[in-house]
């Protein structure tokens, strides 16, 4: 389907996690053993929050149609800039077009969201969602993906005051909405929200058969195992990551997010919670 990176913590260059790293996310737009394609080429998006920004400003976005391998203004942007908080997602297109609005991450206000799988038959429950979807919300779509849709819907039903709920409440109205129109298994994926200070990411689907997700261990129980690779003194004390598969084959460097469970990245800690696990 598509696979993404989130990074927090101190200011790093993207092109450390997208470049730089055994196993890209630009590597992974090529060849990606874990994923549902093997190749991500459909476009690429990089969403941003500056240092220094108060909470509640708006992450900047770059988003392409070019394969990720192949966008020369990825490179530089990757090198030029520096963030303590950034999403970046490849894309392997499920049936909406290729178009710049339909690239990940998604942007409202402060908030940013990506996802990797697919609301199955999304062209059957299309009008169902989006009626669902608040009225001021809704002029603000611009592409046609069910990301995009899902999204609008999480942040209809409160997304910003309870992440987790609202996803929980989006996803079941999604299945709710499935059922009555006998599409089977309709939710499959992982998903990443963010304010600009922490990060949710959700590992669900209907079926309880997701697609993968894994979190960095700490950093600094890795420099005492590993202390002759050098790579690990390019990330400070405290820098995390959530990924749809590890950036290297490093042994223990990457935790798998188990089923129909949200992990919450905050202050360079995680925490781990059950997420719709007694859904059907």
């Given at each position: 389907?598509?696979?993404?990176?989130?990074?927090?913590?101190?200011?790093?260059?993207?092109?450390?996690?997208?470049?730089?790293?055994?196993?890209?996310?630009?590597?992974?737009?090529?060849?990606?053993?874990?994923?549902q394609?093997?190749?991500?080429?459909?476009?690429?998006?990089?969403g941003?929050?500056l240092?220094?920004?108060?909470?509640?400003?708006?992450?900047a976005?770059?988003?392409?149609?070019?394969?990720?391998?192949?966008?020369?203004?990825?490179r530089?942007?990757?090198?030029?800039?520096?963030?303590?908080?950034?999403?970046?997602?490849v894309?392997?297109?499920s049936?909406?077009?290729?178009q710049?609005?339909?690239?990940?991450?998604?942007r409202?206000?402060n908030?940013?969201?990506?996802?990797?799988?697919?609301?199955?038959?999304?062209?059957?429950?299309?009008?169902?969602?989006?009626?669902?979807?608040?009225?001021?919300?809704f002029?603000?779509?611009?592409?046609?993906t069910?990301?995009?849709?899902?999204?609008?819907?999480?942040?209809?039903m409160?997304?910003a005051?309870?992440?987790?709920?609202?996803?929980?409440?989006?996803?079941?109205?999604?299945?709710?909405?499935?059922a009555?129109?006998?599409?089977?298994?309709?939710?499959?994926?992982?998903?990443?929200v963010?304010?600009?200070?922490?990060?949710?990411?959700?590992?669900?689907?209907?079926?309880?058969?997701s697609r993968t997700?894994f979190?960095?261990?700490?950093?600094g129980?890795?420099?005492?195992t590993?202390?002759?690779?050098?790579?690990?003194?390019?990330?400070?004390?405290?820098a995390?990551?959530?990924?749809?598969?590890?950036?290297?084959?490093?042994?223990?460097?990457?935790?798998?997010v188990?089923?129909?469970?949200?992990?919450?990245?905050?202050?360079?800690?995680?925490?781990?919670?059950?997420?719709l696990?007694?859904?059907?």
């Amino acid at each position: 389907m598509c696979r993404w990176v989130a990074y927090a913590g101190p200011a790093l260059h993207p092109s450390t996690l997208l470049l730089d790293t055994p196993h890209s996310l630009v590597a992974q737009s090529l060849h990606s053993p874990l994923g549902q394609e093997t190749v991500n080429g459909d476009g690429f998006g990089m969403g941003w929050y500056l240092p220094g920004k108060a909470p509640g400003k708006a992450p900047a976005l770059f988003r392409s149609v070019e394969p990720a391998w192949y966008d020369e203004n990825l490179r530089e942007l990757a090198h030029a800039v520096e963030s303590p908080l950034f999403f970046a997602h490849v894309r392997a297109a499920s049936g909406p077009p290729i178009q710049q609005t339909n690239c990940h991450p998604f942007r409202h206000q402060n908030w940013m969201f990506m996802h990797n799988g697919v609301l199955r038959q999304f062209g059957v429950m299309k009008r169902d969602i989006l009626l669902e979807v608040e009225p001021a919300l809704f002029t603000s779509i611009r592409g046609t993906t069910d990301s995009e849709a899902l999204f609008c819907l999480a942040l209809t039903m409160g997304l910003a005051t309870d992440p987790i709920g609202a996803m929980a409440r989006a996803i079941s109205e999604v299945e709710r909405i499935g059922a009555a129109l006998s599409v089977p298994h309709p939710v499959q994926g992982t998903f990443a929200v963010t304010d600009g200070m922490t990060i949710w990411a959700f590992r669900y689907s209907s079926e309880h058969r997701s697609r993968t997700l894994f979190y960095s261990e700490d950093l600094g129980a890795l420099r005492q195992t590993y202390p002759d690779i050098d790579r690990l003194r390019k990330y400070g004390d405290g820098a995390r990551v959530i990924v749809s598969e590890p950036l290297s084959d490093l042994p223990g460097a990457y935790v798998e997010v188990p089923e129909s469970t949200v992990a919450v990245l905050e202050e360079g800690r995680y925490r781990q919670e059950p997420f719709l696990r007694d859904a059907p």
